[in-house]
């Protein structure tokens, strides 16, 4: 594994990667932040929870990354196809099932069974996170691909 190439690649794809999912937001594609909601995660303040929410966006992508590093060396070697197709498989297990669970680990969002609370306003995203719009697995799955195509196309392993 080539460490330093990695790095660099690797936070590049989810600087990449997370400049998407925000834009998408921004360019009302979709209603979900996600930095936002992984920042919700630790802290009920609004700015602080974004600011947490970017950095550990950053850090998650970074880790996984590594998996995706992992993978192309298990694989024989990167390419762009191959980086597509781990980002699509990642883009839709984060659709259909992390995304559907989060209320349940959540301390802020609401459940879909059990519907808002003082404690607990943050709508719950829902199968495919369709709650924040029809265009929001698109806008994942268009960053995931991106970040993988980033990483096959530039991660060097020697």
Do not use: C
Request: no cysteine; net charge positive.
């Amino acid at each position: 594994m080539n460490i330093g190439s990695w790095m660099i690649w690797g936070f590049a794809a989810t600087v990449v990667m997370t400049t998407i999912l925000v834009a998408a937001q921004y360019l009302r594609l979709t209603r979900m932040s996600l930095p936002y909601l992984l920042g919700t995660l630790v802290t009920g303040d609004r700015d602080k929870a974004k600011v947490m929410g970017v950095f550990f966006h950053l850090l998650n992508g970074w880790a996984f990354s590594l998996l995706y590093v992992a993978a192309f060396h298990a694989w024989g070697g990167p390419a762009w196809w191959k980086g597509a197709l781990i980002g699509l498989v990642q883009s839709l297990f984060i659709l259909g099932v992390i995304l559907p669970v989060m209320p349940g680990m959540h301390p802020r969002m609401a459940s879909e069974h059990g519907g808002p609370t003082i404690a607990r306003q943050l709508e719950p995203p829902g199968f495919l996170a369709l709650h924040y719009g029809v265009q929001t697995p698109i806008a994942v799955v268009i960053a995931h691909l991106a970040f993988g195509i980033i990483l096959g196309i530039f991660y060097k392993p020697y």
